[in-house]
Structures are given as structure tokens and as C-alpha cells.
């Protein structure tokens, strides 16, 4: 019976192993938080003590940018951070023994993002299940805003310069403007981006106000349709209610008219004349 029991306990043990190189530890994390700005969080991760691994946080924002915010090795009394992350008060470890968290205080609305945490062993770098962290702003904050104008008109191989402002409220993150145009003749699709940049916005006490510009040369009927201005901000994404491009072919049309009349009177004119010259 002792030796069964052991039999089992040690069957028991492999299998345990076997579990922990197929589904680690560190998998069994929350895949979605919501808090406050201004609440603290903590992101947690744990893992297997027995092996001498390094540890990585990564935050992936609503662009797909992949960032690094800190390295940890089992063996360091503590972690390291990376780019804006260092000497960022609000982001601390609690990386003691078989744990790597990952502790944000006073959070932000830009804190809003996918985490990652990774560990590397043997050249082998594998991403536990990401944790998403969406942050409520509070009452009192200024909400974004996208504003266009309703309609411009234009004639052919005319230009225009479609103007978008946007206000990106409290939030203190990266933001990014893009274009979308909307016709009938095919789907919608991205055709600028003005990807974070700062250079055409005022600050006030409460927001960014920011004016980006489209402009668009020798203009035809392929033109045509709506263009959209949309405002990426802090994890949310806000478009505008989109400004028509009309194309007025008045002038164009009455253009083609006079060339017609013009062509026609002197096929008129030179049939009479050859009609004459045969009769003589």
C-alpha cells in the first residue's frame, strides 16, 4: 500500500509537471479589468520558481504598438523600467519570490491598453494571456470631441482643403488623427494618417485643441464621397460625422457644350464648302 501511494504520488507529480510546461502558472490571469482614474491596480503574473528565467511587462495601446515597460531577473533584488516608464513614480514591481506584479497607481485614462507579461529561458520568449485595462473617466472630466464641416463643393481639377478639429478631452496620452474616405463606388478604407503629432494644437486648462488639414489637388469625379476624420485617444477610438465631397459639374458640362457647337458649325461649314467645290 505504502509503495501504491507513492506509485501514485509520483505519477501525480509528473503529470503536474507535464501540466505546468503546457499550461504555466502565469496563464491563469484576469483578461479584463475596469477601474476609476485615479484608483490604484495591480496586474498580477506568477510563475514556477525552478526555473532561472528573465520576466518582461509589456503594454500593447489601441494602435498595436508593442512598448517594454520593465525586465526582471529572479536573482535581482528589483526589476528594471524602460523608456517612459522609468522614473515614472506611478509604476512599481512586486517581484518577490514566484511573483512579477505589476503595480499602477493614481491611474490614468492613457493607462487604458492590453499588458503583457513574458518570460525568456533558453532563447525561447513566451507571452502569457494579455490582460486588458479599460479606465472610466471621472464626472468631472472633459470627454473628446471631433468636429467637420457638414459639405464642401467643388469643380473638376478645382482643390480643397478639408479642416478637422478635435479636442481630446483629459486625457494626457499619445493621440493620433486618421482619414477615412466613404463612396459609393467602393468600401471605406484609410487613406491618411497624421500619426502623434502635437504641432498643430493649443493647450488650455482642460484639453488639446488640435486643427489637422486634408488637402487634395486636381480633383475629379473619383474624389466623390465622405471623408472621415477619426481621433485615437487614450484606448478609444471617436469619429467625426463626416464632410461630403460634392463635384459641381455645371461649368464643366456647359464647358463640353460651347466645344460641341464649336466642332459642329465647322463640320457644317467645311461639308457646305466641299459640297460647293464638287457641284463646280
Known amino acids: 500500500d505504502i509503495m501504491s501511494d507513492y506509485q501514485f504520488f509520483a505519477v501525480f507529480y509528473q503529470v503536474f509537471m507535464c501540466l505546468l510546461t503546457i499550461f504555466p502558472l502565469s496563464l491563469f490571469n484576469t483578461p479584463f479589468v475596469s477601474v476609476k482614474a485615479g484608483d490604484s491596480l495591480i496586474l498580477q ?8 528565467a528573465r520576466y518582461y511587462w509589456y503594454k500593447k495601446n489601441v ?46 485614462i492613457s493607462d487604458s491598453a492590453t499588458y503583457y507579461c513574458a518570460s525568456s529561458y533558453l532563447y525561447r520568449l513566451e507571452f502569457a494571456e494579455g490582460t486588458t485595462v479599460s479606465v472610466e473617466g471621472s464626472d468631472f472630466q472633459t470627454q473628446p470631441l471631433v468636429h467637420q464641416s457638414a459639405s464642401e463643393t467643388i469643380h473638376p481639377g478645382g ?24 463612396s459609393e463606388d467602393s468600401h471605406p478604407g484609410l487613406i491618411y494618417s497624421h500619426g502623434g503629432r502635437n504641432d498643430q494644437c493649443e493647450r488650455n486648462s482642460n484639453a488639446h485643441t488640435c486643427v489637422f488639414n486634408l488637402p487634395m489637388k486636381n480633383l475629379n469625379v473619383s474624389h466623390a464621397g465622405t ?37 459642329l458649325y465647322y463640320i457644317v461649314y467645311f461639308a457646305d464648302h466641299f459640297i460647293m467645290l464638287r457641284s463646280l
Open 159 to 182: 482643390s480643397v482643403t478639408l479642416n478637422c478639429t478635435v479636442q481630446t478631452g483629459s486625457c494626457d496620452g499619445e493621440h493620433s488623427v486618421y482619414w477615412f474616405r466613404n
Open 63 to 108: 494602435e498595436k504598438k508593442l512598448k517594454l515597460i520593465s525586465t526582471f531577473y529572479k536573482f535581482e533584488t528589483k526589476g528594471t523600467f524602460h523608456n517612459k516608464f522609468n522614473n515614472n513614480p506611478r509604476f512599481m514591481l512586486d517581484a518577490e519570490k514566484g511573483k512579477n506584479h505589476l503595480k499602477i497607481t493614481d491611474v490614468h
Open 227 to 263: 471623408y472621415y476624420c477619426a481621433l485615437v485617444s487614450c484606448g478609444q477610438i471617436l469619429f467625426g460625422n463626416g464632410t461630403k465631397l460634392d463635384l459641381n459639374c455645371d461649368n464643366a458640362l456647359f464647358f463640353f457644350k460651347v466645344i460641341f457647337w464649336i466642332i
Open 45 to 52: 503574473y506568477f510563475y514556477d520558481d525552478i526555473v532561472d
